[in-house]
């Protein structure tokens, strides 16, 4: 009887786990293919950033402080990265909602109002958050916005 039930169920079973929906993730490769481009735009616009990526519920991936960036710029980095993967929108708009008045958005888990993070997004589906921090705001989005750009879409 056993048999009979496991050679009915198992072939159900099988069927059902390959339905199941695939999720992206970010993989080691892809990671150090957006660094290496991150690091190239720093190195031509001459500036010292710590580069961060996080996955899409903020957990590190990777991190890496350029040798001339201050000790803050740790911190800044990974809640700039935290906050674009959280909300899956640019930090920047955080700092524009507080520009806004909407002061009440700094109570928010992982909200931070400061441009440089950018969510990574493919095919519609967030995987994380990518930033810089260590330059003026625009140039750290620049710099992350390089490292998304060399990122595959597919």
Do not use: W
């Not at 990574?120 to 750009?149: H, R």
């Amino acid at each position: 009887m056993n048999r009979f039930l496991a050679a009915f169920l198992l072939p159900a079973m099988v069927a059902s786990a390959a339905d199941l929906p695939s999720k992206k993730y970010l993989d080691l490769a892809n990671i150090k293919v957006m660094v290496a481009a991150a690091e190239a735009k720093a190195k031509e616009l001459n500036v010292s950033v710590t580069i961060c990526v996080v996955d899409e519920s903020g957990n590190l991936l990777f991190l890496e402080k350029g040798e001339t960036a201050s000790l803050s710029t740790i911190q800044f980095a990974q809640r700039k990265a935290r906050h674009a993967a959280f909300y899956g929108k640019p930090s920047r708009e955080g700092a524009e909602t507080i520009k806004k008045g909407s002061t009440e958005a700094l109570a928010f888990p992982e909200f931070f109002p400061n441009q440089g993070g950018l969510p990574i997004k493919v095919n519609g589906q967030l995987l994380g958050g990518i930033s810089a921090s260590g330059a003026k705001s625009e140039i750290d989005e620049a710099i992350a916005q390089s490292g998304l750009d060399a990122l595959p879409k597919q």
